[in-house]
């Protein structure tokens, strides 16, 4: 066996050859499809004349091939395990193929495979190689016609890319419908979809007033599920339109859900393909959040309608590209249809829980890596969610008309062309006559950078010096690192009147608040005409993803938890306070020392429940306790179960000393109103839910008989499964089990319901759970060929259930590195995302180290897909 060998970014060259029309024919059949493929080739122009011909091919039986109609001999052509060559070929010609493939036995979800009986495809980034013989790299675009075969029974709906041009009847009970992309596209973008599928059909008037047809394809059972997909994308398709000035250019797009999908959803063109947990929804089956991941993630696919496929990538290393622009964008669009500082506080806390954690390992890599092994393993964190902050520092630093123009400039000027991350920045510098080359570090440069701020009030002077300096950490591959160029928005809060102070810097005044531009290892800013010694509000809005330390006192975190004009920063204060009373106490723990709680968390807390707020949505953030997860990124080093011992304490203590507020609470956000998924009722919801946890938290008897009333609520899963949760993870098996039992039965025909339940019992905290998760691995309902299960079940339990994940016996690790292997075989994309955990094993004591590092080598020891032997070998490159 041969070790996978990486692909650098300055190797890149154009293809030698490319095609610029696809004309393709599938026979459906579930064990044998063939594929007829007609290409036609040209030499590129920057490549010289004469070279061989080299297409990518996986997994392909050649029938016949031909150039320019005629039929190769045998020894005029090559394949191998990874694709076809042709050593001469003319400078322009037609190739046609006929391969057959398996879809039925395609476990891996990549190209064309069977999902509930449905034929779908997934090609990016490079699934298509495993339909045909193909240049598949996002560079060469196409314009594709597409020819589908199937049984008229078996798969009464044929879809593809672009329009529908001709369809009819064939014999043996077979009919075909031919599919017209007119888009030239990267061979990722194309996608075929087959089965028993009913649609949901709407429309929808584009600025220039041209009629676009939109459908939702579901299996029937969920013909009662896509309102809120369909409602979501017509907001969508207006906003992009309103807000960058981008409409849709053909005349339907078409949404399928589909049960076995690797990630969340795909933006083929035209035919966008979901996991049917991306785009089905239901009050009763749905939670707020799902109805909320819906919104955004079908906003998202839309929108890479323009960004990703009317002006793609050059290559992989440029995903971000795409990808960055696009998370942006559907942020930018959930911010502005729900509540703006709530999207931002949930995409900062998810940010710096688990961006952070990748950006800590051995797994850090920078936004545009200049090397991979796969790139299957590069759908990160890094790349989307690092990859959007800097498009969002973009915007702040150019200003929204600005980065607007820059928007227009990069569609108009790159429209139906493959570019890269330069072709973007540039044109934000073009428009704004800014220099960005320092900042273009921040895509090469992986690792966090560290800021540590120092403030000092001169009462003589009136002056505020504000130092700040930056640094960041040493990553995988890149010791030494330079400063960037970071933008620190900011204001200074009077300590006595509570507001914004008047910022004057260098002679010119700057309003209430700025944005600082630290660019040096370390910069000294003098705030003249301050009257009153300020507290500093720093990074607001989190204007950079970086980590900030400034030496803040409990009374400084207090006073902006209650004044900071900053939303965001409001809500940072109180994690920052709690953060402080929790080191306090992971520390005793640690020590085995009483655990004492401080006083002033609880006072915040009560100042938040007793005073009146029109703001639900930021009252629920603000009276969540950071996670698990989120204060292991805040240590130095994890005890887990220091971490969670305190955690519950912090939670008790608030519930006893402040149970009457909670009841009051919960019993003021109760409403009979018949479900919505609206802003209002959400945050009405999630403060109700997060009271009620407070109270179960203690077991209170009132709570326990609210939990258990809230449990049979017939109206919508948020507060069935927000109670169900609550009791399953408390002591009270007498309520839990019986209710556990009911749902499990009433649900068993609905696979989404059953992963939330599959959930709702791997991460409860008590110890014998991992019983439970191995006895539900065995449960009829799930499979290891799913990956909607592998995340309900194993990911849940490995991310979220961390004191059982990481027992000292090691059973934990055990377990996941067994399904690690097990789906390394039949499923690479998913092995390689679930092993995550194991990955991380420097963040934590030397005895849980020896143990992951033990099963990290049990899993090297296998013959392993290049997606897991990346992983691994990351993993234990400093072991
Ligand atoms: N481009 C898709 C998105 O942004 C990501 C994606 C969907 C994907 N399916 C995949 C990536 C399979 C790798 C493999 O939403
Ligand atoms: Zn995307």
Redesign the pocket.
Same mark, same amino acid.
């Given at each position: 066996m041969s070790e996978p060998q990486a692909t650098h970014l300055k190797d890149y060259l154009p293809p030698a050859y490319r095609v610029t029309h696809t004309e393709l024919k599938f026979d459906l059949a579930p064990s044998a499809t063939t594929v007829t493929a007609r290409l036609h080739v040209e030499r590129h122009p920057e490549r010289e004349a004469g070279l061989p011909l080299r297409f990518a091919g996986d997994k392909l039986s050649l029938v016949r091939i031909a150039v320019d109609g005629q039929t190769l001999e045998a020894d005029e052509y090559e394949v191998d395990d990874e694709g076809l060559t042709i050593p001469s070929v003319p400078e322009r010609f037609l190739l046609d193929t006929e391969v057959s493939i398996d879809p039925a036995a395609n476990t891996a979800l990549e190209g064309l495979y069977v999902s509930s009986g449905m034929f779908c495809t997934?090609c &990016?980034?490079q699934g298509f190689r495993r339909i045909t013989f193909y240049p598949d790299r996002p560079d060469v675009m196409a314009t594709f016609s597409t020819t589908v075969v199937g049984d008229k029974t078996e798969a009464p709906v044929l879809l593809s890319n672009g329009n529908p041009v001709e369809s009819g009847e064939l014999p043996g009970g077979r009919h075909f419908v031919t599919w017209e992309d007119p888009h030239p596209k990267p061979s990722y973008l194309f996608a075929l979809v087959a089965g028993k599928l009913e649609k949901v059909e709407d429309r929808f008037t584009t600025m220039s007033g041209r009629d676009v047809t939109l459908q939702i394809w579901v299996e029937p059972e969920n013909l009662d599920k896509t309102d809120h997909a369909m409602a979501s994308l017509k907001r969508a398709m207006r906003w992009d339109e309103e807000t960058y000035g981008r409409e849709y250019d053909l005349d339907r797009f078409m949404i399928v859900a589909v049960n076995d999908f690797? !990630?969340?959803? !795909? %933006?083929n063109k035209g035919l966008n393909i979901f996991n049917s947990a991306a785009v089905l929804t239901h009050p009763q089956t749905a939670t707020d959040a799902a109805f909320q991941s819906v919104e955004g993630i079908v906003a #998202? %696919?839309y929108f #890479?309608n323009w960004s990703g496929n009317r002006v793609t990538c050059r290559d992989w290393f440029q995903l971000s590209l795409k &990808?960055g622009f696009?998370v942006f964008r559907d942020q930018s669009f959930s911010a502005d249809i729900n509540s703006a500082p709530v999207k931002r506080i949930e995409d900062v806390s998810f940010f710096r829980t688990a961006q952070f954690a990748e950006d800590a390992g051995p797994t850090a890599h920078p936004v545009r890596p200049d090397h991979y092994i796969e790139i299957?393993n590069f759908?990160t964190l890094t790349i989307y969610e690092k990859g959007a902050e800097i498009v969002r520092m973009l915007r702040h630093l150019l200003g929204w008309e600005t980065f607007r123009q820059g928007s227009d400039l990069y569609f108009a000027r790159f429209d139906g062309q493959a570019v890269t991350i330069e072709d973007f920045v540039d044109c934000m510098a073009e428009v704004s006559g800014l220099d960005l080359s320092q900042f273009m570090r921040w895509y090469s440069q992986a690792g966090t950078p560290e800021i540590d701020a120092h403030g000092e009030y001169d009462y003589a002077k009136c002056e505020y010096h504000l130092r700040l300096s930056q640094r960041t950490p040493p990553t995988p591959g890149q010791a030494e690192k330079q400063p960037l160029h970071i933008p620190v928005r900011m204001g200074l809060v009077g300590t006595k009147s509570g507001n914004d102070m008047a910022l004057t810097l260098d002679g010119e005044s700057l309003g209430h608040e700025t944005v600082l531009h630290l660019r040096d290892t370390e910069q000294t800013y003098v705030f003249t005409g301050i009257d009153e010694a300020p507290t500093p509000s720093l990074l607001r809005g989190f204007s950079a993803p970086v980590y900030l330390r400034y030496p803040y006192s409990r009374e400084e975190l207090s006073f902006l938890l209650t004044h900071d004009a900053d939303d965001f920063n409001r809500w940072d204060a109180g994690q920052r306070l709690t953060m402080l009373a929790l080191d306090d106490l992971i520390a005793a723990h640690r020590n085995g020392v009483e655990k004492v709680m401080d006083s002033r968390v609880i006072d915040a807390y009560r100042r938040l429940l007793t005073t009146e707020t029109d703001d639900k949505a930021v009252l629920a953030e603000m009276l969540t306790l950071p996670s698990e997860a989120y204060i292991a990124e805040q240590q130095p080093m994890v005890d887990v179960d220091a971490i969670h011992a305190a955690r519950v304490f912090v939670k008790q203590s608030l519930a006893t000393a402040l149970r009457d507020e909670f009841l009051a609470m919960h019993e003021a956000h109760r409403s009979d109103e018949p479900y919505a998924p609206e802003p209002d009722q959400i945050a009405r919801r999630r403060v109700k839910n997060v009271a009620l946890e407070y109270l179960m938290s203690i077991e209170d008897e009132e709570g326990v008989a609210l939990a258990e009333a809230q449990v049979d609520a017939e109206d919508n899963m948020t507060d069935v499964r927000a109670a169900l949760t609550m009791l399953v993870h408390s002591s009270r098996s007498d309520i839990a089990e019986p209710a556990l039992k009911a749902f499990g039965e009433k649900w068993a025909h609905d696979p989404l319901v059953m992963n939330q339940w599959f959930t709702i019992q791997v991460t409860r905290p008590q110890e014998d759970v991992l019983e439970r998760v191995k006895y539900l691995m065995a449960h009829p309902l799930f499979s290891l060929k799913n990956p909607n299960k592998v995340r309900a079940l194993i990911g849940a339990f490995a991310a979220q259930n961390r004191v059982n994940f990481h027992r000292l016996d090691g059973e934990g690790y055990r377990l996941l590195a067994d399904v690690v292997i097990e789906l390394n075989r039949l499923n690479p &994309?998913i092995a390689a995302r679930i092993i995550t955990p194991l990955t991380r094993w420097q963040r934590f004591d030397e005895q849980r180290q020896a143990l992951m590092k033990a099963e990290l080598e049990r899993i090297r020891a296998e013959e392993l897909s290049p997606n897991v032997f990346e992983m691994v070998e990351r993993a234990l490159a400093e072991a």
């Amino acid at each position: 066996m041969s070790e996978p060998q990486a692909t650098h970014l300055k190797d890149y060259l154009p293809p030698a050859y490319r095609v610029t029309h696809t004309e393709l024919k599938f026979d459906l059949a579930p064990s044998a499809t063939t594929v007829t493929a007609r290409l036609h080739v040209e030499r590129h122009p920057e490549r010289e004349a004469g070279l061989p011909l080299r297409f990518a091919g996986d997994k392909l039986s050649l029938v016949r091939i031909a150039v320019d109609g005629q039929t190769l001999e045998a020894d005029e052509y090559e394949v191998d395990d990874e694709g076809l060559t042709i050593p001469s070929v003319p400078e322009r010609f037609l190739l046609d193929t006929e391969v057959s493939i398996d879809p039925a036995a395609n476990t891996a979800l990549e190209g064309l495979y069977v999902s509930s009986g449905m034929f779908c495809t997934q090609c &990016e980034p490079q699934g298509f190689r495993r339909i045909t013989f193909y240049p598949d790299r996002p560079d060469v675009m196409a314009t594709f016609s597409t020819t589908v075969v199937g049984d008229k029974t078996e798969a009464p709906v044929l879809l593809s890319n672009g329009n529908p041009v001709e369809s009819g009847e064939l014999p043996g009970g077979r009919h075909f419908v031919t599919w017209e992309d007119p888009h030239p596209k990267p061979s990722y973008l194309f996608a075929l979809v087959a089965g028993k599928l009913e649609k949901v059909e709407d429309r929808f008037t584009t600025m220039s007033g041209r009629d676009v047809t939109l459908q939702i394809w579901v299996e029937p059972e969920n013909l009662d599920k896509t309102d809120h997909a369909m409602a979501s994308l017509k907001r969508a398709m207006r906003w992009d339109e309103e807000t960058y000035g981008r409409e849709y250019d053909l005349d339907r797009f078409m949404i399928v859900a589909v049960n076995d999908f690797n !990630m969340g959803a !795909m %933006e083929n063109k035209g035919l966008n393909i979901f996991n049917s947990a991306a785009v089905l929804t239901h009050p009763q089956t749905a939670t707020d959040a799902a109805f909320q991941s819906v919104e955004g993630i079908v906003a #998202h %696919e839309y929108f #890479h309608n323009w960004s990703g496929n009317r002006v793609t990538c050059r290559d992989w290393f440029q995903l971000s590209l795409k &990808e960055g622009f696009t998370v942006f964008r559907d942020q930018s669009f959930s911010a502005d249809i729900n509540s703006a500082p709530v999207k931002r506080i949930e995409d900062v806390s998810f940010f710096r829980t688990a961006q952070f954690a990748e950006d800590a390992g051995p797994t850090a890599h920078p936004v545009r890596p200049d090397h991979y092994i796969e790139i299957s393993n590069f759908y990160t964190l890094t790349i989307y969610e690092k990859g959007a902050e800097i498009v969002r520092m973009l915007r702040h630093l150019l200003g929204w008309e600005t980065f607007r123009q820059g928007s227009d400039l990069y569609f108009a000027r790159f429209d139906g062309q493959a570019v890269t991350i330069e072709d973007f920045v540039d044109c934000m510098a073009e428009v704004s006559g800014l220099d960005l080359s320092q900042f273009m570090r921040w895509y090469s440069q992986a690792g966090t950078p560290e800021i540590d701020a120092h403030g000092e009030y001169d009462y003589a002077k009136c002056e505020y010096h504000l130092r700040l300096s930056q640094r960041t950490p040493p990553t995988p591959g890149q010791a030494e690192k330079q400063p960037l160029h970071i933008p620190v928005r900011m204001g200074l809060v009077g300590t006595k009147s509570g507001n914004d102070m008047a910022l004057t810097l260098d002679g010119e005044s700057l309003g209430h608040e700025t944005v600082l531009h630290l660019r040096d290892t370390e910069q000294t800013y003098v705030f003249t005409g301050i009257d009153e010694a300020p507290t500093p509000s720093l990074l607001r809005g989190f204007s950079a993803p970086v980590y900030l330390r400034y030496p803040y006192s409990r009374e400084e975190l207090s006073f902006l938890l209650t004044h900071d004009a900053d939303d965001f920063n409001r809500w940072d204060a109180g994690q920052r306070l709690t953060m402080l009373a929790l080191d306090d106490l992971i520390a005793a723990h640690r020590n085995g020392v009483e655990k004492v709680m401080d006083s002033r968390v609880i006072d915040a807390y009560r100042r938040l429940l007793t005073t009146e707020t029109d703001d639900k949505a930021v009252l629920a953030e603000m009276l969540t306790l950071p996670s698990e997860a989120y204060i292991a990124e805040q240590q130095p080093m994890v005890d887990v179960d220091a971490i969670h011992a305190a955690r519950v304490f912090v939670k008790q203590s608030l519930a006893t000393a402040l149970r009457d507020e909670f009841l009051a609470m919960h019993e003021a956000h109760r409403s009979d109103e018949p479900y919505a998924p609206e802003p209002d009722q959400i945050a009405r919801r999630r403060v109700k839910n997060v009271a009620l946890e407070y109270l179960m938290s203690i077991e209170d008897e009132e709570g326990v008989a609210l939990a258990e009333a809230q449990v049979d609520a017939e109206d919508n899963m948020t507060d069935v499964r927000a109670a169900l949760t609550m009791l399953v993870h408390s002591s009270r098996s007498d309520i839990a089990e019986p209710a556990l039992k009911a749902f499990g039965e009433k649900w068993a025909h609905d696979p989404l319901v059953m992963n939330q339940w599959f959930t709702i019992q791997v991460t409860r905290p008590q110890e014998d759970v991992l019983e439970r998760v191995k006895y539900l691995m065995a449960h009829p309902l799930f499979s290891l060929k799913n990956p909607n299960k592998v995340r309900a079940l194993i990911g849940a339990f490995a991310a979220q259930n961390r004191v059982n994940f990481h027992r000292l016996d090691g059973e934990g690790y055990r377990l996941l590195a067994d399904v690690v292997i097990e789906l390394n075989r039949l499923n690479p &994309e998913i092995a390689a995302r679930i092993i995550t955990p194991l990955t991380r094993w420097q963040r934590f004591d030397e005895q849980r180290q020896a143990l992951m590092k033990a099963e990290l080598e049990r899993i090297r020891a296998e013959e392993l897909s290049p997606n897991v032997f990346e992983m691994v070998e990351r993993a234990l490159a400093e072991a």
